[in-house]
């Protein structure tokens, strides 16, 4: 089923949500589509293991209290999970009906249950805890006193700090901003997913028993070692990736260039969202050529639109086939009026006497044998460079790990990316009861792919302290 989305011309001129959630008697009749197979392939293809069948089958008999019991099961996360994870790779990827016609709106009934609960106002988990039902079966004990450190309030390490609430640890996230929510809040335009949705789900994590501080920078305010000082007997860290790349292009240094980082940092952060009642220093200029092809491109691009530039161009090495942006984003964004210029690699930013940029100087691409990533390797063609006429530039060819955590923790092994080496089975590091995951580790990757991790480490982190409660840090060193 087709979700109804904001008329493009007006949604360019607002940070409203894009995208609207399907209404009640949408979401039953897509429930009611599906096969409900016997060896249900979406649920093994979902990173946080949610039982598919089982929840849709509980919107298509309208339970929907069940429904989203269901999915909190494995998901501490829906309403972002619902909204921003690439479902057509994974779980609607392989929907027995996606080869005959189009797979269930798996996301978007996700996304129909949160958004249910939410504005029901009675959160299942939550209220299961006030009620003192929440140490039941499966739930662990709270009472086993082991203290867990997660260092980053993203995605990660929500998900690895709720799932060791629910089997009974005290956790404590450390942030080092003063919102909590990582990327979510930071990375992803409100127009993609909304503040207040992260906000309400960091609310329901709190809930169940995760304790959350702010502005707390471990590295600088406190040192792995010293966490295991306080009494933590593990660690899980899911610090990001807040080290934006560059070209290394001539140029990159010149006024109203912009990393996609910084960019959406401070829409985000400084409410650019919410403009002109926040005024924010962002100097956009008429016309905007964007660096890259992946969602924080797509994301770059149409924020650059909404702030007011006249015209906004995307500009990619390879063709829009190997865009790795989600293909309803990139149709969202050329919807927007967004122009794509594919095949097409800068190779200087140039500037007028008060060197800000005034234009870009490209060169023309075709394709060739595919390299190491499976996709068809880019190759300038002779004699084909131009310039585009632009007076901003947005870099968003990726990001790696933020380096303050890591030049504090010398000890622990990371690869010539400065990602986190860990085990991919437990997320484990080279260091006893110190486990790691999501863009710490794999330098850019999606949302679900880190709760994915999380979820990992927390069952990793789990069985080791039930063998091992010493101070492993210190056994280390």
Not at 74 to 97: A, F, I, T, Y
Not at 136 to 165: E, F
Not at 257 to 263: Q, R, T
Request: charged share 30%.
């Amino acid at each position: 089923m087709t979700v109804k989305k904001q008329n493009a011309k007006d949604r360019t001129k607002n940070f409203n949500e894009v995208a609207f959630g399907l209404s009640q008697e949408e979401a039953v009749n897509e429930a009611s589509r599906c096969l409900f197979c016997k060896k249900p392939r979406c649920s093994t293809k979902c990173p946080v293991e949610i039982d598919i069948p089982r929840f849709i089958e509980a919107i298509k008999n309208k339970k929907f209290d069940d429904a989203i019991k269901i999915i909190k099961e494995k998901n501490n996360l829906p309403g972002v999970c619902g909204r921003v994870c690439p479902q057509e790779d994974q779980c609607e990827g392989v929907c027995v009906l996606a080869a005959k016609k189009t797979p269930i709106n798996i996301g978007g009934l996700e996304r129909f249950a949160a958004d249910w609960e939410l504005k029901e106002g009675t959160p299942y988990e939550n209220q299961r805890f006030r009620t003192g039902q929440a140490s039941d079966k499966g739930q662990g004990t709270r009472t086993s006193g082991a203290k867990v450190a997660v260092i980053g309030s993203g995605p990660a390490g929500l998900t690895c700090a709720g799932d060791l609430a629910r089997l009974g640890y005290r956790v404590t996230v450390f942030e080092a901003l003063h919102t909590a929510g990582g990327v979510l809040v930071y990375g992803i335009p409100e127009f993609r997913l909304p503040k207040d949705i992260v906000k309400k789900e960091v609310e329901y994590l709190k809930s169940l028993g995760v304790e959350i501080k702010m502005n707390f920078i471990v590295g600088k305010v406190s040192t792995l070692k010293e966490l295991y000082e306080e009494g933590y007997k593990a660690v899980f860290i899911g610090t990001g990736a807040g080290l934006p790349s560059f070209m290394k292009i001539p140029g990159e240094n010149l006024n109203r260039v912009y990393s996609s980082n910084e960019l959406l940092t401070r829409a985000n952060l400084m409410k650019a969202y919410l403009f002109p009642e926040y005024d924010t220093p962002i100097n956009i200029g008429r016309r905007v050529a964007v660096i890259g092809g992946g969602n924080t491109a797509m994301d770059s691009a149409r924020v650059s639109l909404r702030l007011g530039a006249e015209k906004v161009y995307i500009v990619y090495r390879r063709s829009e086939k190997e865009m790795p942006a989600r293909r309803e984003e990139v149709e969202n964004a050329k919807e927007e009026g967004i122009e794509l210029h594919i095949l097409t690699l800068p190779k200087k930013i140039l500037g007028d006497e008060k060197d800000f940029v005034k234009g870009m100087e490209c060169v023309k691409m075709k394709l060739g044998e595919p390299d190491a990533s499976g996709r068809r390797r880019p190759i300038p063609i002779e004699g084909s460079e131009f310039t585009m006429d632009v007076d901003t530039v947005i870099v968003a060819v990726g990001q790696s790990p933020n380096p303050v955590f890591l030049k504090a923790t010398p000890e622990l092994k990371v690869d010539k990316w400065n990602k986190v080496v860990v085990d991919p089975e437990t997320q484990a590091t080279n260091l006893k009861g110190v486990y790691a995951g999501g863009d710490a580790t794999y330098g850019d990757d999606t949302v679900i792919a880190a709760m994915g991790a999380g979820k990992r480490a927390a069952r990793a982190i789990h069985d080791y302290l039930r063998r091992n409660d010493k101070c492993p840090i210190t056994k280390s060193q």
